[in-house]
């Protein structure tokens, strides 16, 4: 039996689900909402929480409306009275500020402490589903607050890239799609593809179009054009889409895209390009922290011609994140290894260093230097 056919007996067995996803990314928030959607129509109870602020880029979406951002998980305690020898007449309760008294009066007879047990009420999930998550510390304090629900509730763990863990009893991995959206429309048209409406459509097809940044990234295959084909077919917004995304850059992403190229710089005989901001760029450019995001994807589009990128982002004075991605045959998992980089796809990794921007580039380049060496030298 595949992944997608447990899956989907999975979901056919469960009636309350909670989908966890985080609320900005545009891949994982857009394939959420569809499967929200879709499984109501299949009459489940759903809710979709974001464990992370969701994004107003996205406020077209149908559905945005429905996120919470939080959840009362608090189980009940609750007390089991046996009532087949002696039948209960009336319950009462007396409530003062140190104890509750409960009085349970009986038909006839009296109720014994042998009659009486405890008990903790389950949560009220039966199946979490977790998109775009590569592991449960992803999710940080949600995570942390609330792990005796990741241990006593199944868990379908969705997700298209290498770097997920595969953490849960059921694992819908597939490294040969382009997106969790994609993932979704397979499983959909699988489970039952009449139920695809406008609004689904144009959801998975936004995350689609988001996480191949319009079908240019490396990653986009032939069959995805036809599935996008589909979902235009069925009422997708495809102009609306583009509309919103690509057609109302910030003005603070714009001037932050304008200092990024000031100080874009090339080495190692042109095969690397790369360029950094610091705390200061974010302020003068009253640029936010999804415009800095979105810059590495421009970054990547615009400056395709780099056989190295090279991206470094200071998030506070002693704290830079680093994105590194390569067209040549450089393993950048094992050369960054020592600060275990996250995948985000075949050719690019993530990683924090502890350290302030300059000398994190000072480092990086460094590392590199040696790598890019090596690599001359088996040619």
Not at 77 to 99: D, G, R
Not at 157 to 170: M, R, T
Not at 311 to 319: A, H, I, Q, S, Y
Request: charged share 20%; proline share 3%.
């Amino acid at each position: 039996m595949d992944q997608i056919q447990q899956t989907i007996n999975k979901i056919s067995q469960s009636s309350t689900i909670l989908i966890v996803a985080p609320g900005n990314n545009g891949d994982s928030l857009a394939a959420s909402l569809a499967l929200q959607a879709f499984l109501k129509k299949l009459e489940k109870e759903v809710t979709f929480l974001s464990y992370t602020e969701v994004s107003s880029r996205f406020d077209f979406l149908p559905g945005i409306v429905d996120i919470i951002r939080q959840i009362n998980l608090t189980k009940s305690l609750v007390i089991n009275v046996a009532t087949k020898k002696t039948q209960m007449q009336e319950l009462s309760y007396k409530k003062n500020p140190e104890q509750l008294s409960i009085f349970l009066k009986p038909i006839s007879g009296e109720f014994t402490p042998a009659d009486v047990s405890f008990d903790n009420s389950n949560f009220p999930f039966d199946l979490l589903i977790l998109i775009g998550i590569g592991s449960l510390e992803q999710l940080g304090e949600f995570y942390n607050q609330n792990a005796q629900l990741f241990f006593q509730t199944p868990i379908l763990n969705i997700d298209f890239k290498a770097s997920n863990e595969n953490y849960a009893q059921l694992n819908l991995v597939d490294l040969t799609t382009t997106s969790c959206s994609e993932i979704i429309l397979d499983l959909i048209n699988k489970f039952e593809g009449s139920l695809i409406d406008e609004s689904i459509a144009t959801q998975l097809l936004a995350g689609i179009i988001i996480e191949t940044n319009s079908f240019q990234h490396v990653r986009t295959t032939p069959q995805i054009f036809l599935k996008a084909s589909q979902l235009v077919s069925l009422g997708a917004k495809q102009q609306e889409i583009v509309s919103h995304l690509y057609k109302s850059k910030t003005l603070g992403l714009l001037k932050l895209w304008g200092r990024v190229l000031a100080r874009l710089r090339q080495d190692f005989d042109n095969l690397l390009v790369y360029s950094a901001i610091n705390q200061s760029d974010l302020e003068k450019s009253e640029a936010s922290e999804e415009d800095a995001n979105s810059i590495i994807k421009e970054m990547a589009v615009q400056l395709n011609f780099a056989k190295i990128f090279l991206f470094l982002k200071e998030d506070t004075d002693n704290l830079t994140s680093v994105f590194c991605s390569s067209q040549i045959p450089l393993n950048l998992s094992l050369i960054f290894s020592q600060y275990q980089p996250q995948t985000i796809n075949p050719q690019t990794i993530k990683f924090i260093l502890n350290i302030g921007v300059k000398e994190a580039e000072k480092q990086v380049l460094e590392i590199l230097s040696q790598a890019i060496v090596k690599l001359k030298g088996t040619i």
